[in-house]
């Protein structure tokens, strides 16, 4: 089958059917239409471990100053944060480096932080490519680092897929 063939499935759910069952269903429908095979594994994948650089966090407090109920903000090129945990940074930067971004800083509590930085590649915004990456941003104004790491991911693997039956 064609990698790029698309089809649209219409299903009906047999009355008194449980969201619980819904899984079943639409996978034993696709094994059935689509003669669908497939198995998970677990793979290696490259990620990002956010820990505290050399020198140590440079962070600001959370302001007490209104901030017109906005407590995120996030683009290509900046990510800001108002009285937010360090998880929710990395959750954040997850976007900006195209990985996943682990926090392994062991810093608790919430921060703010305001972080304008090159955008990503392929992005172009003017007079932003004067701006250090987000690896460097990170370091300096905040003391935190970006280690590329190696984690184990769960991936579903298709085996086989065919045009489907006809109803």
């Known amino acids: 089958m064609d990698a790029s063939a698309k089809f649209n499935i219409d299903a009906k759910l047999p009355v008194g059917a449980s969201q619980d069952q819904i899984p079943v269903m639409m996978q034993t429908m696709l094994a059935d239409r689509f003669k669908l095979k497939c198995h998970r594994e677990t793979r290696a994948f490259r990620e990002y471990a956010l820990v505290v650089a ?16 906005v407590v995120t903000s996030q683009s290509d090129n900046q990510i800001t944060a108002w009285a937010r945990p360090i998880s929710d940074l990395a959750n954040m930067l997850i976007g900006v480096v195209g990985a996943p971004v682990i926090d392994q800083t062991g810093l608790k509590g ?57 109803n």
Request: hydrophobic share 35%.
């Open 110 to 166: 919430n921060y703010d932080f305001d972080l304008k930085f090159a955008p990503p590649p392929g992005v172009s915004r003017e007079g932003d490519d004067a701006l250090p990456d987000v690896f460097a941003v990170l370091q300096e104004q905040l003391g935190l680092k970006l280690e590329a790491i190696t984690g184990p991911a769960e991936v579903l693997v298709i085996d086989q897929a065919e045009k489907p039956t006809e």
């Open 54 to 69: 050399k020198g140590g966090p440079k962070f600001a407090k959370p302001s007490e100053s209104d901030h017109h109920g």
